[in-house]
Structure formats: C-alpha cells, structure tokens
C-alpha cells in the first residue's frame, strides 16, 4: 500500500502551505475532510471540488462532492454541460486519478464565495503501519477572514455581568416633573 504526500498551496496567501499524506486506496472525501479539519475558516458546510489537471493547471475531469446533475430530467441541455467529466469524492479513490508523479490538483471550496487551492504530489512511499492516515503533516500560515467572519466578530458584544443593572440610575415621576420644569417649551 502507498501513501501519497501531497502539498496544497493558496495563492492569496502568500505563505500558506500544507503537507497531507494520505493512503492511495482513500476516496477524494477522505481527502476533503482532513482538508476542511486542517484549514481553519473552512467549515465544511459549503460544496466543494477537486480538479485532476495536467502540468499546466487545466481541469481535466471534475471530482464533486455531492452530485450536482442527479436529474437526468432536468431542463439543461448536454450542450449547456460542463465539458469537465464529471466524479463523486466518496466514490472516487485517489489511486484511481493519480497517474502523473507531480500530479496536480485544483481544490475549489464554497462555489459562491470561492477560494481555490492548489495542490500537488510531492512524494509517494510505503504506508507506515503505525501512522493513521489520512493527516496533515505540515501547516503554515491562516486563512484571511471572510467579510461575513469579520461582520459576525463586528456583532460580538460584551454586555458583561447581568449585575451591571445595579449601575443604572432609577427615576421616578417626581423626577421627570422637576426635569420637565426646568424645560421651557
């Protein structure tokens, strides 16, 4: 059994990498997972995709994580189709896409906020029994914040302890009445 290394670049980051190594009989879902664990900001609540591409980053064939056309009945023409053949992550083991040393890999995450990944294989070596694959050996440096992370941290207000009542100045109406006479209309 073989363990791919691969490492994954983001280019709007300049010094943002991480190492994966994962065995050659895991799916593409595998791989997203130890992904979404390894990169914080990424929740694992959006869709997702890789892309098998050739040495000059050109998506050659498309690795979903849902499937996306399910309805053969739908209103959208063979014509109007990505050309990109199309795979599921759960279903799609690694061993099967890697056919290059080098092989290069597009990771797409969040299709209406999107960030791009880049990844490549960097090695390939016997499985070590006492490792538990798939894992994240390298990672080095963060994500920047979506605008709606930055709004959510903007709303985060601390009103403090529920005592702080104990500060706030009561009036009765005798107060309003001598407020409201000093007050010429």
Request: with cysteine; glycine share 2%; charged share 35%.
């Amino acid at each position: 059994m073989y363990t791919y290394k691969f490492r994954l670049l983001f280019d709007e980051v300049e010094d943002f990498v991480r190492d994966y190594e994962i065995l050659s009989d895991q799916t593409f879902k595998d791989f997203h997972d130890v992904i979404i664990k390894s990169i914080t900001g990424l929740d694992g609540k959006e869709l997702a995709s890789f892309y098998i591409c050739d040495g000059r980053w050109e998506k050659k064939k498309e690795i979903t994580l849902i499937d996306m056309n399910a309805d053969e009945d739908s209103d959208i023409s063979a014509a109007e189709k990505e050309d990109v053949p199309k795979a599921i992550m759960s279903e799609s083991v690694l061993s099967d896409f890697i056919d290059d040393p080098h092989q290069r890999l597009i990771y797409e995450y969040n299709f209406l906020n999107m960030s791009t990944f880049y990844i490549e294989l960097i090695k390939t070596f016997e499985k070590n029994d006492m490792v538990k694959y798939p894992r994240c050996t390298h990672a080095v440096g963060e994500m920047p914040k979506t605008s709606a992370q930055l709004l959510n941290e903007d709303l985060d207000i601390d009103f403090g302890d529920d005592d702080e009542d104990e500060n706030i100045d009561y009036y009765d109406e005798e107060d309003f009445q001598s407020l409201n006479d000093d007050i010429e209309i």
